[in-house]
């Protein structure tokens, strides 16, 4: 049974006032005409459990009542109707699992069939031919013939309607409780009763005059009289904003408050000075000019570092952006003031690289770098975590390793998490542990997060962009191509090849079994080294399968351009850094997401050589799919992509996103009230501006409201 429909609001709580009872908190059976047997159903199918779940679901429409359509007007374009007519018949047909009830209604046009497939019993002795009923549903097409199934049937009677709202309540029902009288239209009899039964002090204002005020927002309890029973379709849609705001208002308020609570009250390492090492390492060992927006964003960590607060920044930064950099010059900053420092990174291949950059890139510079993973042999791995307690190792880089417990640290002062959608919070939270004093935090991630989800899903962090390339990068080329060209795409490898070039060749992960991925990638390999013989050519080949050892080793060998080809699943989407690869071709490219699309393109372009991205896919493609390979063959910008993703797929779903409730906007979206959002992000800000504690005595409900909620929800899932 579909329950997606149910669109309940979330963090809304109702502070009994004093003296009255709190009617919403009342078991819905109590409600006039619902008692104990209807009650079960919306309890079981809706999650309707007292007067306050009741009226916080949301209909998903009104239509207008005394709009009646004609059987004549139905086109294959028609949505719902509401048709007016008289039943000419009913009866059973066919058996067993086809089994089901067919009616049909006349009106003054033509003859329109009902179909039933469930509470055929309840719902047959029902009806009764001959009489007028106003039958409301959805027209589907059977056989080219306009048909409603499972439509919701009352019996026409114009007097009934007098009097009443003309804009009518649907809410989302379920098939079974359609078949029990309770479609979603009927729903809106025990709303009607409810509503009646309140008044205002049962639902008392929450957002202070000066937020109510410039919106023109209307009250909160005229607002959910109005979401069910609206006068007009436009008091309706003041409603939903008013509640669609407030969801989001609160939301960037409890953020804001995170936030704020950070900055005020945490205790961090003060990073005085910028010493020698990071100097002599600036002046005489800078491969190259850094960009404006990698110098922008140290500035933004020094600053961070320099006030005695810990940091807590989220650097995004898109495929080849450069972090690599910005984390070793914030990591010389914490060694110069006496701190040691560490880098996560989530897998083996990624830590081994980012350790020999970061030793290249040190040169003789006196900084004691170590690696530490799961497969450091015992003797070194005793030797780390011997000097990192006595505090001669300055820098250590590692895998999730790190976060073991027997790793410690003499004083730790700066924790950089790389690629950061890997980890979990609570890993992160275990990094902090590891000092008395918090240690500064900077997680980095390579997956831009559109604004409106960085706003949202991790609004308490600070946030620095680096959103320049750095420069002489040519844009990547990316094409979309058929599988059935395949060869011209392998002999255009062959022709980047012969001028000295590198290419990836990647096969998707995507069956339930790893079993048939592995056999996928090894069929993929056959017909790679079918087109590219051995000893002209020679291939590596990287999938989850291998131990750590055989896949560092495979990557080496491409990396130093022993190998030309390299054949792989997904395992080499995160960081790896090979700037002569100018050639990423992936099959299945319809299976994979935008945003792992992306990161594997960024795999090339990092050298100075013209990049070419070849996304290869099946003939039929649904539309969602082409609508990905168009937009990775539009644009290189991370962020527009992952705007595009957010769009296509919606927040929950999107890689990298916490899943935490901060994301459960029931009533309002990030991608389509994203208007909304951006006001509240800004009245909320403006708001604690003023008055940092909610102290005020015109700030005094929404603090009421907001401690109610906080001992409501584990304030700690958004931390
Ligand atoms: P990412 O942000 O994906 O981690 P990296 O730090 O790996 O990017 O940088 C990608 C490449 O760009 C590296 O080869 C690095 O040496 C180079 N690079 C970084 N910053 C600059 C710059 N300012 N000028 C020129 N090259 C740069
Ligand atoms: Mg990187």
């Known amino acids: ?8 609001l979330p963090f809304l709580y109702f502070c009994p006032i004093k003296g009255t009872v709190d009617i919403l908190a009342n078991p819905i059976e109590y409600l006039k005409g619902v008692g104990p047997q209807r009650a079960d159903l919306l309890k079981k199918e809706l999650n309707i459990f007292t007067f306050k779940d009741l009226l916080e679901l949301v209909p998903n429409r009104h239509i207008d009542k005394t709009k009646v359509n004609l059987v004549r007007d139905i086109t294959p374009q028609t949505d719902f109707i509401q048709i007016a007519g008289v039943l000419k018949s009913s009866g059973l047909m066919g058996e067993k699992r086809g089994k089901r009830l ?16 469930q509470g055929i019993t309840y719902i047959q002795k029902m009806l009764t031919v001959g009489q007028t009923y106003l039958v ?11 048909q409603i199934t499972h439509p919701e049937m009352e019996v026409y009677n114009r007097e009934n309607k007098e009097g009443k709202s003309t804009l009518e309540p649907v809410y989302p029902s379920t098939e079974k409780l359609k078949s029990r009288g309770m479609g979603g239209r009927q729903i809106g009899h025990f709303t009607e009763t409810l509503i009646k039964l309140l008044q205002e002090n049962n639902i008392p204002e929450i957002l202070p005059e000066s937020v109510l005020q410039p919106l023109q927002l209307m009250p909160r309890f005229k607002a959910f009289v109005n979401v069910h029973f609206p006068s007009d379709p436009e008091t309706s849609q003041q409603a939903i904003n008013r509640l669609k705001f407030e969801e989001f208002f609160i939301a960037q308020i409890r953020m804001g408050l995170l936030r704020q609570q950070r900055h005020r009250y945490s205790k961090g390492v003060v990073f005085s000075q910028v010493g020698e090492i990071f100097n002599r390492f600036y002046e005489q060992y800078l491969p190259f000019e850094l960009t404006g927006a990698q110098k922008r964003v140290i500035k933004e960590i020094r600053r961070d570092t320099g006030t005695g607060k810990q940091m807590n920044r989220l650097l995004q930064g898109d495929v080849g952006s450069g972090k690599t950099i910005v984390a070793l010059l914030v990591l010389l900053l914490a060694i110069d003031n006496g701190y040691q420092g560490c880098l996560m990174a989530p897998t083996e291949i990624l830590t081994q690289q980012h350790f020999n950059s970061i030793t290249n890139l040190l040169k003789d510079l006196p900084v004691n770098v170590r690696m530490l993973t799961g497969s450091t042999k015992i003797r070194e791995r005793k030797e780390i975590l011997q000097q990192l307690e006595e505090g001669t190792i300055h820098f250590l880089i590692g895998t999730h390793a790190l976060l073991e417990d027997p790793v410690k640290f003499k004083n730790l002062g700066l924790a950089i998490v790389d690629e950061q959608h890997r980890f979990g919070v609570a890993q992160r939270a275990r990094l902090w542990k590891k000092a008395t004093v918090p240690p500064h935090i900077l997680v980095m991630t390579a997956t831009p997060i559109p604004r409106t989800l960085a706003m949202t899903a991790y609004g308490d962090l600070d946030t620095s962009i680096i959103d320049e390339l750095p420069p002489n990068r040519k844009p990547i080329l990316t094409v979309h191509r058929y599988e059935t060209v395949r060869s011209q795409v392998m002999d255009f490898i062959k022709a980047e090849i012969t001028k000295g070039r590198q290419a990836y060749i990647i096969f998707p992960l995507i069956e339930e079994s790893e079993k048939l991925d592995y056999e996928n990638l090894m069929k993929g390999y056959e017909n790679v080294q079918a087109y590219f013989p051995e000893p002209k050519y020679w291939i590596s080949m990287v999938h989850g399968r291998q131990t750590n050892e055989v896949r560092t080793t495979n990557m080496q060998r491409f990396k130093t351009g022993d190998t030309q080809i390299m054949v792989g699943t997904t ?48 003939s039929k493609l649904n539309n969602e799919a082409r609508e990905r390979l168009k937009i990775m063959c539009a644009t290189n910008d991370g962020f527009k992509i992952a705007e595009k993703d957010l769009e296509l797929r919606g927040p929950g779903d999107i890689e990298g996103t916490r899943q935490s409730g901060a994301l459960n906007f029931k009533l309002a979206s990030i991608v389509q009230d994203r208007k909304w959002l951006e006001i509240a992000r800004e009245m ?36």
């Open 136 to 146: 409301y549903g959805k027209v589907t097409f059977f056989q080219g013939q306009p």
């Open 1 to 8: 049974m579909p329950l997606c429909l149910v669109a309940s």
């Open 684 to 719: 909320a800000e403006r708001l604690l501006d003023d008055d940092p504690d909610l102290a005020s005595a015109t700030n005094l409900q929404l603090k009421n409201y907001l401690q109610a909620l906080q001992g409501k929800t584990a304030w700690s899932k958004i931390s």
């Open 102 to 117: 067919v009616a049909e209604i006349k009106d003054a046009t033509g003859t329109l069939e009902l179909v039933w497939f």
């Open 571 to 618: 395992v080499i989407e995160v960081g790896v850094d090979v700037p002569n690869a100018s050639v990423m071709v992936i099959e299945s490219a319809e299976k994979f997401g935008l945003s792992q699309l992306h990161q594997l393109r960024g795999r090339v372009g990092r050298g100075s050589e013209k990049s070419f991205c070849i996304l290869l896919s099946g």
